[in-house]
């Protein structure tokens, strides 16, 4: 059921154009996926989702074992069908939400031990009980259960722990039922070039269906990343999908289009969103200040969606200093919509042989007058 | 622009069937009011409350007064506009909520004196203010500014609180500029027969388009209700629309109705919603509880509405104790349908001369087993 098509690849860049055959249904890429972390996305119904165009969400590990369980989803008849969302699902690991833990965990070469952020009871995953708890979700798209390193961390750290993550990956494989769902591989290695060469090589001599880039976006600068994907990108098989794990901000996704990533996830928008910041075509918003309170204009007089077709910035910074549940719907829906046109734009820029004008375009405007953000 | 129309009286009860047209369209009664305190029904956009049948909404003058300001509506274009809903508008006075402040207001025969409970500051609203403030809003229909005394009261508190209600609503009257909004008395009283009586002639004689009985739901048991309304309904104009403040449980809603109430408004569906409680069929069920955490069954089997087609208790369960947005939204459209469908239901049974039966159904079942509440 599971294949990737690459229709099509970009000129003056590494971006391309591709799809993605699912169980759930075709996912267009490059693809930016919306956070379900709790088996929801954050305020939002799948509808919602759908009409915005999102054809495919990540939920989390972590955060659905420990609440309402993963047996309790297997019993309800499987993620999709409990949360009523049809179309397809990528799960992660729970790796990177259990090493973030800090204190709270304890890594072995077995697995991790950790302590639950909602009641504090002691848990055990291992990569094998990883991939159990994700073949109870029942998501389209498992990862492997990954040690994820810090930034900036040493050499040998770095090393132990990609060396760790492939020793993993293979349990993971050993235990992982081929049913219709497949497996990604998690390239680790630092920042760190001899590191992700050894990472993606030791992966790719698993042959796993795609390959994940992870322990990005955990606070080093973006050119820092952007140098990992340029190393990294090309030692990753051509006709699998690639996928760039947590990462969301406008910059980042495009500049990761151009190094050849097809996949994207992160709750920057959704988060951003319920603090009442909005992204529009002339940079971020924060629509929660006093300026906006007496303006009836919409977020961003370009944009389509729901929320700028119907209501100005004085009602929606109303509705979010009063504390008021539609507000943070409102934001969350232009954000998704702002990041979905995006995508959308990226794919058609590609496929017209435009995407190196067309990244350029966005960011003159995106970032005019605003400092390039270091961090995401 | 405003009439009402009485198309049906029933021959057993005091029901009726009635059309209200305002400028914003025609509301079928009787009638339930979905409450938007702050510019919005809480969780839900316009579109899904028209959807659930929302023919008129109320909002608040007193919140909307503090926040984000009547001026600052007005300047949107009127609360219509400001909230995206082109449908009927009902706005309270203010009264009820600034007598509810307690230690906080100070009343005298010029108006009252309070202090906002979102930042302390004082504030003074007059009858004239009221009429002023609601003008601003661009409502449908307004409400004069009145005294709502507690229960229980003495005799003479509530003599002076009625006649001091009256005063008021001569000087709402005077300063009403009669364009499309029209003006609704407010019957007060207490729980004393004659004062009843004496509000609602010395109202009448007023002239007002419509009548609302005010001070009830106040704390008295619903038996004390009934006979509020069975001797004061009958001193109000027949070819005029009855709104009974405050009232939304269905035991409540179908008593009125059989005593000739045409409309009614209560945060309750939507308040008990956002605590996990929801009302089907059988009664109330508590969908928070323990007992619900396995249960892939919808809210209400009989429910046709978004949240019963598409979800389990369980799933509603998870996102209501995982704090997700999603559970209050979907309990809240829930609650809604369910009261929507009821008033339909009573409509229905009043234009097919079987009310009596109906309402007797509806307790048999919705109470089986449970105590009747004696408080709202």
């Not at 098509?5 to 000129?11: D, F, P, Q, T, V």
């Not at 001599?205 to 050119?223: D, N």
């Not at 934001?331 to 190196?356: C, P, Q, V």
């Amino acid at each position: 059921m599971f294949s990737f098509e690459l229709m099509k690849e970009c000129a003056q860049t590494g971006a391309r154009l591709g799809r993605l055959n699912t169980p759930h249904g075709t996912i267009n890429t490059p693809v930016f996926m919306p956070v379900g972390t709790q088996a929801t996305v954050k305020t939002m119904t799948p509808e919602e989702l759908k009409d915005l165009g999102a054809e495919i969400i990540l939920s989390n590990t972590y955060h659905l074992y420990l609440r309402p369980g993963d047996e309790l989803i297997k019993r309800a008849g499987g993620l999709h069908r409990f949360m009523n969302w049809n179309r397809p699902i990528l799960t992660d690991s729970g790796g990177y939400q259990v090493f973030s833990l800090g204190p709270l965990r304890k890594i072995t070469e077995e697995g991790v031990t950790f302590k639950s952020h909602i009641d504090g009871s002691t848990h055990f995953i291992s990569p094998e009980r990883a991939v159990e708890i994700q073949m109870n979700l029942g998501s389209d798209i498992a990862m492997v259960f990954d040690e994820c390193p810090p930034y900036p961390c040493t050499y040998e750290y770095a090393k132990n722990s990609l060396e760790r993550t492939t020793r993993w990956a293979k349990r993971c494989q050993q235990v992982h039922n081929l049913g219709e769902q497949v497996q990604f591989g998690i390239v680790q290695g630092g920042a760190f070039e001899d590191l992700r060469k050894q990472s993606a090589r030791e992966l790719v001599e698993l042959g796993f269906p795609g390959y994940s880039i992870g322990g990005l976006s955990v606070g080093e600068p973006k050119p820092i990343m952007y140098e990992v994907l340029d190393y990294t990108v090309p030692c990753l098989p051509k006709e699998k999908p690639r996928y760039l794990m947590g990462v969301g901000s406008p910059d980042c996704l495009l500049e990761g289009i151009a190094r050849g990533i097809d996949m994207f996830d992160c709750v920057l928008p959704t988060r951003i969103a319920r603090n009442g910041t909005v992204m529009t075509a002339g940079g971020k918003l924060v629509v929660r200040n006093a300026s906006h309170a007496d303006d009836f204009e919409p977020l961003d007089p370009e944009c389509k969606c729901y929320t700028c077709t119907n209501y100005s910035k004085a009602y929606i910074r109303h509705l979010l200093k009063a504390n008021e549940v539609l507000g943070i719907r409102l934001t969350t829906i232009h954000n998704i919509a702002f990041i979905m046109e995006l995508m959308k734009g990226a794919r058609e820029a590609i496929a017209a042989d435009t995407f190196s004008s067309f990244k350029k375009e966005f960011f003159s405007r995106y970032y005019e007058g605003e400092q390039l953000e270091q961090n995401i």
